[in-house]
């Protein structure tokens, strides 16, 4: 048990499809994290909420849309993907963005077909 | 540009030590990461260096050296659930966490 819980843990997806990931966090912290994770790659920072509000788009294409209803939940809604979209997607959270260590979860596995 | 370069890949044999390197380039410094990502599961927090020197926690110790960009990671008696991958990540002058690609570690008996 990581305190982060992402689901589904698998996800397979068409191109035309809408999907939405869920994280859900149960240490009291207030900044969430949307990551990508492709093999071989670092991680690459797609969204940063602290306290609800969001303080970071990295350029993410808008495919990918955001949601933080309050500080325990982070979703990410998924349309009209492409096949390089395939990866890990991680939620983490911390304390506060930019107080560090962060907390990840397990992760989504992602396929687009 | 900001990197961080780590090895791709390393090999070890049960009970041995290993020590695996980062080196970094980026925009200031406020603190360098060790996460350890086992197969299919979350990365997670391992040590934290932001004064150069060697933290020891267990089997497990991390060093830095500032003005060489520089950090290693440092496991002792290796045991085969060490297997995985060891993410460097560095925070810049923006409180920015910038990663590396991860090094795998294979453990052999």
């Known amino acids: 048990e990581t305190g982060v819980t992402q689901t589904p843990r698998h996800l397979v997806m068409g191109m035309t499809n809408k999907k939405s990931l869920k994280c859900e966090q149960h240490?009291?912290?207030?900044?969430m994290y949307w990551y990508k994770q492709s093999a071989k790659k670092p991680l690459e920072l797609m969204f940063v909420?602290?306290?609800?509000?969001?303080?970071e788009n990295n350029s993410v294409p808008s495919r990918f849309s955001p949601e933080c209803p309050n500080s325990s939940h982070l979703f990410l809604h998924l349309h009209t993907l492409q096949p390089e979209d395939s990866a890990l997607y991680l939620c983490a959270s911390s304390q506060e963005a930019e107080i560090h260590p962060l907390h990840f979860g397990n992760g989504t596995r992602l396929t687009v077909t | 540009g900001q990197n961080i370069d780590q090895p791709t890949e390393m090999t070890a044999t049960e009970g041995a030590i290993v020590q695996i390197n980062c080196t970094y380039q980026?925009?200031?410094?406020?603190?360098l990461f060790w996460y350890q990502q086992h197969a299919g599961e979350a990365p997670t927090f391992l040590s934290y260096n932001v004064l150069d020197g060697l933290e020891e926690k267990g089997r497990f110790s991390s060093f830095l050296s500032r003005s060489k960009g520089y950090s290693y990671l440092l496991l002792k008696e290796l045991q085969m659930k060490d297997s995985a991958s060891y993410l460097c990540?560095?925070?810049?002058?923006?409180?920015?966490?910038?990663w590396g690609a991860g090094t795998k570690l294979i453990i052999k008996p």
């Open positions: 980026t925009s200031g410094f406020n603190g």
């Open positions: 990540a560095v925070k810049d002058s923006n409180y920015q966490l910038i």
């Open positions: 240490l009291g912290h207030n900044a």
């Open positions: 909420y602290n306290f609800k509000e969001q303080t």
